[in-house]
């Protein structure tokens, strides 16, 4: 079980982690004129290119850690009992497992094993 | 100590309720200055974007149904209130990486000063102007990267 | 910088003192209104207003005092020192938690005054409010000295620690808390997280932590380092803007946290013990 600091200490590197590669995404987006970079072609070209496959799911990781986290705390601080403390962990780490296998699934496809 | 008649997930301490301001203590920011204000922001830029995330994730999803799925999900977000979804997104995201930079450096101890000797008016070390410049510098880059997300999004490039 | 924008901004208001002038000239009394409930009786809540003149120097505590003597003697209400120094007359005065004795009614500047219970604290009547949680996060944090090197019942050798005026002031301003609760009413975490032990215990926490004298750890505590602790804590600023003695509790937090993250260094060294027998005693 993970104390309370370490947690903390996860979302701060979490958190700046996901500054930087969030930044590369954007500007991906920008290399080329906004509305072209989201034709079809060119996002799954973005999908078949295994360094943007590997940071598209280190943004996946990080974002879903930090800000499942930032939730948990929300959550905590509104209401102090056991069922709704153990609740809120558990839910929250449950959608942070889910929302990383959902977006896991659409890069994996999307890289060429479903969709060419 | 008395206990509610609420169950489960809102079963709670009446004596421990009683006079808590509760919700509308952190919902309205406007009483206690520039950094009541930058934790209100914060927080609530934190729940846009963590909804955000989630909605970008399923709208990418329609990539695995190939071109014709990726098209029509487009078709429904690149409408111009699409585009203004998305400098809202553009604006929350830098407002909270500005803003959570500065305070991992305050979290961390720095910027706020050294403890001493406090005199009349007794003003707040902590509550500095370095503080107060922070919040206002993630503010102002905010409102840039809107401003340009905005040119991006609508100059028709 | 910041010395130049107050100098700026000291120009184009005044000082509070100058405005307080400016906003009771030609006022010679104020309403106030006082909030009233007495959930025992059956009483529900509802505010009174009382007409009560005012010079200079008034505060609100005589305010409220000249309302209780002439106007209605049961308002309920809870001071002790008039000073600031007992911190029983904390209060929410035109919704910001303030020491009635501590607070002049032409700081308001308004010819209204809402005097109103501290929130976060149970309401017992009136403007009286029940401290009995407050206290308990106040000891759960453990707010002495704690060294097993300091043998206080061994009372045939008195002993002293050695401390520089430098130690002094790593602690000195979180130990002027006087236990008002105002920060504890200001702050957002407060209002909704019963268990968060709130601005005044955690700056407890750090003011013993800082203390050279203290040898016991409090970083590994439950109180602190629990999903209900110190990281809770958001820096939203409220209790030190309100706090009445300049404790700053956000400052003695945020360093607390600063240490228990190993981000900033806490080589505390530890006092020495200088021992003096009971013949060499200086009276």
Redesign the interface.
């Known amino acids: 079980m993970l104390?309370?600091?370490q947690?903390?200490?996860i979302h701060?590197i979490t958190?700046?982690a996901a500054?930087f590669v969030?930044a590369v995404h954007i500007l991906m987006r920008?290399i080329m004129?906004?509305?072209m970079s989201?034709q079809?072609s060119n996002?799954?070209a973005n999908?078949h290119n295994l360094p943007y496959v590997v940071l598209l799911e280190s943004i996946?990781v990080l974002?879903?850690i930090h800000?499942?986290n930032?939730?948990r705390?929300?959550l905590?601080?509104?209401?102090?009992?056991r069922?709704?403390?153990n609740?809120v962990t558990i839910s929250t780490i449950a959608a942070m497992i889910a929302?990383i296998a959902?977006?896991t699934?659409?890069i994996i496809?999307?890289n060429g094993l479903?969709?060419v | 100590m008395r206990t509610s008649n609420r169950r489960?997930?809102?079963?709670?301490a009446e004596e421990?309720r009683n006079n808590r301001e509760g919700?509308k203590g952190w919902l309205n920011p406007a009483r206690y200055g520039w950094e009541r204000v930058s934790y209100w922001l914060q927080?609530l830029t934190?729940?846009f974007?963590?909804i955000y995330?989630?909605g970008h994730?399923?709208e990418?999803?329609s990539?695995?149904g190939?071109?014709g799925a990726?098209?029509a999900m487009?078709q429904f977000t690149?409408t111009p209130w699409g585009h203004l979804f998305l400098i809202l997104v553009i604006g929350t995201?830098t407002y909270h990486?500005t803003n959570?930079?500065r305070l991992?450096f305050t979290?961390a101890g720095r910027g706020l000063g050294r403890p001493g000797r406090p005199d009349y008016p007794y003003d707040a070390l902590s509550l500095n102007y370095r503080q107060k410049s922070g919040i206002w510098i993630a503010l102002i880059l905010a409102a840039v990267a809107m401003f340009y997300g905005g040119n991006?999004?609508f100059g028709g490039? | 910088m910041s010395g130049i924008i107050k100098k700026i901004s000291m120009l184009r208001t005044g000082s509070k003192h100058e405005r307080s002038e400016k906003s009771l000239r030609g006022r010679s009394s104020i309403v106030l209104r006082v909030y009233r409930a007495n959930k025992a009786v059956g009483d529900s809540a509802h505010y009174d207003t009382f007409d009560v003149p005012i010079q200079r120097w008034t505060t609100v505590l005589d305010a409220l005092l000249y309302a209780k003597s002439y106007k209605d003697t049961s308002i309920g209400i809870r001071y002790s020192c008039r000073m600031a120094s007992c911190g029983s007359c904390g209060m929410k005065i035109n919704g910001i938690p303030r020491l009635a004795c501590y607070t002049n009614v032409s700081e308001m500047e308004s010819g209204v005054i809402s005097c109103e219970p501290l929130t976060n604290f149970p309401l017992i009547r009136d403007l009286v409010t029940d401290f009995h949680q407050f206290f308990s996060h106040h000891k759960s944090v453990r707010p002495y000295i704690i060294n097993q090197n300091a043998d206080l019942r061994d009372r045939k050798e008195l002993s002293e620690f050695i401390q520089s005026p430098r130690d002094v002031d790593e602690y000195l301003q979180s130990s002027y808390c006087i236990k008002c609760g105002l920060c504890y009413s200001a702050c957002p975490?407060v209002a909704?997280?019963?268990?968060?032990p709130g601005p005044q215990a955690l700056a407890q926490a750090y003011r013993y932590s800082a203390d050279t004298r203290d040898t016991g750890s409090r970083e590994d505590m439950k109180a602190i380092?629990?999903?209900?602790?110190i990281?809770?804590c958001h820096f939203a600023g409220s209790c030190s803007s309100v706090c009445p003695k300049g404790v700053d509790p956000a400052l003695g937090i945020q360093l607390l946290r600063g240490h228990?993250?190993s981000f900033s260094k806490h080589n505390k060294k530890i006092a020495e013990l200088k021992h003096h027998s009971h013949g060499n005693q200086i009276t």
């Open positions: 104390r309370e600091r947690i903390m200490r701060y958190g700046l500054l969030v920008l004129p906004f509305h989201l079809y996002v799954i999908y996946l974002l879903a800000g499942f930032g939730l705390i929300i905590l601080e509104l209401r102090q009992n069922t709704w403390e609740g929302i959902f977006g699934r659409t496809i999307a479903g969709v | 489960g997930l809102f079963k709670t421990d919700l927080r934190g729940l974007l963590l995330f989630i994730i399923y990418t999803s990539l695995t190939g071109a990726w098209n487009l690149e995201s990486s959570g930079i991992i979290e991006v999004l490039d | 975490t909704t997280d019963t268990k968060f380092d629990d999903k209900h602790g990281w809770r228990m993250m």
